[in-house]
């Protein structure tokens, strides 16, 4: 039981979203564009241009 205590911890699951929310969004944002057509290859400069 220690162990999954440790797995489910807060501060983890916290960390875990504030870092996969910016690859979140580009990967939404590359969907909607494709869906409509456009070829975007900047994808990755605009994750890190903000």
Do not use: Y
């Not at 220690?2 to 929310?21: C, F, G, S, Y």
């Amino acid at each position: 039981m220690e162990i999954l205590d440790k797995l489910v911890n807060v501060a983890l699951i916290a960390a875990t979203l504030r870092t996969t929310a910016p690859i979140l969004l580009v990967a939404l944002g590359g969907s909607f564009t494709t869906k409509a057509g456009i070829f975007n290859i900047g994808l990755e400069g605009q994750m890190l241009a903000g």
